[in-house]
T-cell receptor, first 115, second 111 residues
């Protein structure tokens, strides 16, 4: 079956611009997670959704970052006034439920480059 | 901070078993051991997970010591396509618990 998909696969933007990154989770998965991965490091947690609501946004680095999941399926990560330090691969994962026993399945990521 | 310690890199000959160690000496009773791998330019791929007992699936085997302070991921017959960064993660059995990734082990399978 279809896995987690993310678009675009690559995004190049200029410092100060606004970007949106999209995640399509596996059909039927109610929990959705966003992570960020800098070069040479493991992924770092940003935010997770259970259904439509952001249940834990403790990993968002600052208020320039925001994410939504209005219908409980597709999610969009939004970054305002981008900075060069925001350059990273942004990964999305979904799981059947938010139970700690459910495995998270990751998408291929969106590589964001801020010039 | 990640609760696991892994060697930064390992080599393995193609066709041989790859044994990747992981130390998690502070693991608590409700924490599972998960293994993911990440092939270059792809998202992390789930491999296997376990709590106490050894586990096996079509990809790998997971051996957890009796005291649960360490584990080993075994790829029985490594191929060149198994070259990747392998992450060992302990994750508490809580609702909505995210994964905390460390730097992982970079496995190179050599021809």
């Amino acid at each position: 079956g279809a896995g987690v998909s993310q678009t675009p696969s690559n995004k190049v933007t200029e410092k100060g611009k606004y970007v949106e990154l999209r995640c399509d989770p596996i059909s039927g998965h109610t929990a959705l997670y966003w992570y960020r991965q800098s070069l040479g490091q493991g992924p770092e947690f940003l935010i997770y959704f259970q259904g439509t609501g952001a249940a834990d946004d403790s990993g968002l680095p600052n208020d320039r970052f925001f994410a939504v999941r209005p219908e409980g399926s597709v999610s969009t990560l939004k970054i305002q006034r981008t900075e060069r330090g925001d350059s990273a691969v942004y990964l999305c994962a979904s799981s059947l439920t938010a139970s700690g026993r459910d495995t998270q399945y990751f998408g291929p990521g969106t590589r964001l480059t801020v010039l | 901070d990640a609760k696991t310690t892994q060697p930064p890199s390992m080599d393995c000959a193609e066709g041989r078993a790859a044994n990747l160690p992981c130390n998690h000496s502070t693991i608590s009773g409700n924490e599972y051991v998960y293994w993911y791998r990440q092939i270059h330019s792809q998202g992390p791929q789930y491999i296997i997970h376990g709590l106490k007992n050894n586990e096996t699936n079509e990809m790998a085997s997971l051996i957890i010591t009796e005291d649960r302070k360490s584990s080993t991921l075994i790829l029985p017959h490594a191929t060149l396509r198994d070259t990747a960064v392998y992450y060992c993660i302990v994750r508490v059995d809580n609702y909505g618990q995210n994964f905390v990734f460390g730097p992982g082990t970079r496995l190179s399978v050599l021809p």
